[in-house]
Nanobody, 126 residues
Framework: VQLVESGGGLVQAGGSLRLSCAASGFTFDDYAIGWFRQAPGKEREVVSCISSSDDRHSDGSTYYADSVKGRFTISSDNAKNTVYLQMNSLKPEDTAVYYC???????????????WGQGTQVTVSS
């Protein structure tokens, strides 16, 4: 099982980045994918998640933390087993290591995620 994040980097405030999470080694369609971030000295927090294509029990297919709502967009390309996080209007407080993770159900709890990527650094300068 492998989740590989890419697309992080250094960007000025107001700029954009698109993160990718490439999954392999498990049935991608059966898993929800979440994006989390962890800034220095802070706990890991959920950013966004998208339910699996086979999940018929979730009320909505996507979730966004209030801090990113309207600025970030999560999407999934099942043909490529890849989930994207488009991040626009970035702010310095978005600076963190961003992780993607896979869970058998859509959830915002880090405890419910079975597989994690290694993370990608996003730095937003003011």
């Amino acid at each position: 099982v492998q989740l590989v994040e890419s697309g992080g980097g250094l960007v000025q405030a107001g700029g954009s980045l698109r993160l990718s999470c490439a999954a392999s080694g498990f049935t991608f369609d059966d898993y929800a994918i979440g994006w989390f971030r962890q800034a220095p000295g802070k706990e890991r927090e959920v950013v966004s998640c998208i339910s699996s294509s086979d999940d018929r029990h979730s009320d909505g297919s996507t979730y966004y933390a209030d801090s990113v709502k309207g600025r970030f967009t999560i999407s999934s390309d099942n043909a490529k087993n890849t989930v994207y996080l488009q991040m626009n209007s970035l702010k310095p407080e978005d600076t963190a290591v961003y992780y993607c993770a896979a869970s058998t159900h859509a959830t915002i709890s880090t405890l419910d995620y079975d597989y994690w990527g290694q993370g990608t650094q996003v730095t937003v300068s003011s």
